[in-house]
Nanobody
Framework: QVQLVESGGGLVQAGGSLRLSCAAS????????MGWYRQAPGKQRELVAT???????NYLELVKGRFTISRDNAKNTVYLQMNSLKPEDTAVYYC????????????WGQGTQVTVSS
């Protein structure tokens, strides 16, 4: 089992910044991929950014150049630095842990609300 606890969400004005953190605990094994997804009201959950345990990253096109994902493997923590926030970034942001081994290990955090006012 893997537990994920997110923090750092909140209310910010357009153009502002927020930093999300996700601390993982439990059976953390490498290789794995950790990432951030978001879900706005009435919309499907979408991938925002992912980072593998060896540091390879992937971003949603809409956030490239504004968001940066990073991780501290020693702390089992992944971060999402969000700059130049827009009202359309408003959503619940979820942390994810994914490991593909003999079976799929796929875990989600409880989510943290990010609200960007115009």
């Amino acid at each position: 089992q893997v537990q994920l606890v997110e923090s750092g969400g909140g209310l910010v004005q357009a153009g502002g910044s927020l930093r999300l953190s996700c601390a993982a605990s439990g059976s953390i094994l490498s290789p794995n991929t950790m990432g951030w997804y978001r879900q706005a009201p009435g919309k499907q959950r979408e991938l925002v950014a992912t980072i593998t345990s060896d540091g390879s990253t992937n971003y949603l096109e809409l956030v490239k150049g504004r968001f940066t994902i990073s991780r501290d493997n020693a702390k089992n923590t992944v971060y999402l630095q969000m700059n130049s926030l827009k009202p359309e970034d408003t959503a619940v942001y979820y942390c994810n842990y994914l490991r593909l081994a003999l079976r799929v290990y796929n875990y989600w955090g409880q989510g943290t609300q990010v609200t960007v006012s115009s």
